[in-house]
């Protein structure tokens, strides 16, 4: 096996859940040319993975298909399912194209591009018996390729940070990191809250908390930190780089299901995670040290971007909640608390 192409365009907690399957390629053809094929704005959080040879951006459908061509892959991977990676995937012209059988897929009609399929054997993607994790359904595509999973390894490069070093001078080196933002709606919890439970940690164990935002999210920050009565400031502009060094140096991380909640895991941030539409099972953090609130049981729109119903389960995570799984995860081990 000479040339892998991985095909996960977006969204960026799902490529990071991907990050494993390059470990693993890399672990089993130690010679082999890993490409990646990504969308512009996910690109950063690769630029980071060092088993990647190539991070391939989609500027146009029709060069980067030419592009793919000229690297004469031996087998593509998507990881995505969709119509628009399988067709990529095939159009590279590689041998082999593997994807995830029909049930597994989240547009059904991917399946004919592929020449390989494998099958994890449950309900389907978002089927409630399905209880294995996104990274563990992920590896699984490797089978066919004879390549055994592991331990799923993120093998993300360490950063130096200028905003990290700013924010760890200004709390005098002890922080919680909250991430009250989300592009799902119905996957924020309030700020509101957020800015309570910076109040909260500041007055239990003495550290301040960074209000994390992404774009168009600044407003959110802002009243994390308004209600946060002076326990709490807002992040400067950050990228992704300076997420993953401000995450490695953070005593605990709260975030809803969301890419920055992805990375700090990844990193081995300590997690506490809030979840209403998806389901921690599968889309949680990694550690078993990591602690989640979460309303997926009653949730009656999983996976879907809006609520239907006039009241979003997540309201129902009180502060108290959260406050009390901060308190399991520092007790199992949070660092610098």
Same mark, same amino acid.
């Given at each position: 096996?000479?040339?892998?192409?991985?095909?996960?365009?977006?969204?960026l907690?799902?490529?990071?859940?991907?990050?494993?399957?390059?470990?693993?390629?890399?672990?089993a053809?130690?010679?082999?040319?890993?490409?990646?094929?990504?969308?512009?704005?996910?690109?950063?959080?690769?630029?980071?993975?060092?088993?990647?040879?190539r991070?391939?951006?989609?500027?146009?459908?029709?060069?980067?298909?030419?592009?793919?061509?000229?690297?004469?892959?031996?087998?593509?991977?998507?990881?995505?399912?969709?119509?628009?990676?399988?067709?990529?995937?095939?159009?590279?012209?590689?041998?082999?194209?593997?994807?995830?059988?029909?049930?597994?897929?989240?547009?059904?009609?991917?399946?004919?591009f592929?020449?390989?399929?494998?099958?994890?054997?449950?309900?389907?993607?978002?089927?409630? *018996? &399905?209880?294995?994790? #996104?990274?563990? /359904?992920? +590896?699984?595509?490797?089978?066919? =390729?004879?390549? @055994?999973?592991? !331990?799923?390894?993120?093998?993300?490069?360490?950063?130096?940070?200028?905003?990290?070093?700013?924010?760890?001078?200004?709390?005098?080196?002890?922080?919680?990191?909250?991430?009250?933002?989300?592009?799902?709606?119905?996957?924020?919890?309030?700020?509101?809250?957020?800015?309570?439970?910076?109040?909260?940690? *500041? &007055?239990?164990?003495? #550290?301040?908390? /960074?209000? +994390?935002?992404g774009?168009?999210? =600044?407003?959110? @920050?802002?009243? !994390?930190?308004?209600?946060?009565?002076?326990?709490?400031?807002?992040?400067?502009p950050?990228?992704?780089?300076?997420?993953?060094?401000?995450?490695?140096?953070?005593?605990?991380?709260?975030?809803?299901?969301?890419?920055?909640?992805?990375?700090?895991?990844?990193?081995?941030?300590?997690?506490?995670?809030i979840?209403?539409?998806?389901?921690?099972?599968?889309?949680?953090?990694?550690?078993?040290?990591?602690?989640?609130?979460?309303?997926?049981?009653?949730?009656?729109?999983?996976?879907?971007?809006?609520?239907?119903?006039?009241?979003?389960?997540?309201?129902?995570?009180?502060?108290g909640?959260?406050?009390?799984?901060?308190?399991?995860r520092?007790?199992?081990?949070?660092?610098?608390?």
């Amino acid at each position: 096996m000479n040339r892998i192409l991985l095909v996960r365009l977006g969204a960026l907690g799902d490529v990071v859940h991907a990050i494993p399957v390059a470990a693993a390629l890399r672990r089993a053809f130690p010679a082999a040319r890993i490409d990646w094929l990504v969308n512009e704005r996910h690109r950063e959080i690769l630029d980071l993975v060092p088993v990647i040879d190539r991070r391939i951006v989609i500027h146009s459908v029709l060069g980067a298909i030419a592009g793919l061509r000229r690297s004469q892959y031996d087998v593509a991977i998507d990881l995505q399912g969709l119509l628009k990676s399988a067709a990529l995937a095939r159009s590279s012209g590689a041998g082999r194209v593997i994807g995830f059988a029909t049930s597994y897929l989240r547009e059904r009609l991917a399946r004919p591009f592929y020449t390989e399929v494998y099958d994890p054997g449950c309900g389907g993607i978002y089927d409630p *018996r &399905e209880t294995r994790h #996104v990274v563990q /359904i992920n +590896l699984g595509l490797l089978q066919p =390729l004879g390549v @055994a999973a592991g !331990v799923p390894e993120f093998p993300i490069a360490p950063v130096d940070s200028a905003v990290a070093r700013a924010m760890h001078k200004q709390t005098g080196g002890r922080y919680a990191l909250l991430n009250p933002g989300a592009r799902w709606p119905n996957k924020r919890w309030p700020a509101s809250r957020f800015g309570r439970v910076a109040a909260a940690l *500041r &007055e239990r164990y003495g #550290v301040m908390s /960074i209000a +994390l935002w992404g774009d168009g999210e =600044l407003a959110l @920050a802002d009243q !994390v930190v308004a209600h946060g009565d002076g326990a709490a400031l807002a992040s400067p502009p950050a990228s992704l780089a300076d997420l993953v060094a401000l995450a490695r140096g953070a005593s605990v991380v709260v975030s809803g299901d969301t890419g920055p909640m992805h990375i700090a895991a990844a990193v081995g941030a300590p997690i506490v995670g809030i979840f209403g539409p998806t389901r921690p099972s599968r889309n949680g953090p990694w550690s078993a040290n990591d602690v989640t609130v979460s309303r997926a049981e009653v949730c009656a729109c999983h996976h879907l971007r809006q609520c239907r119903l006039e009241r979003m389960c997540l309201l129902d995570v009180e502060v108290g909640d959260v406050l009390d799984a901060i308190d399991r995860r520092i007790g199992a081990g949070s660092r610098g608390v």
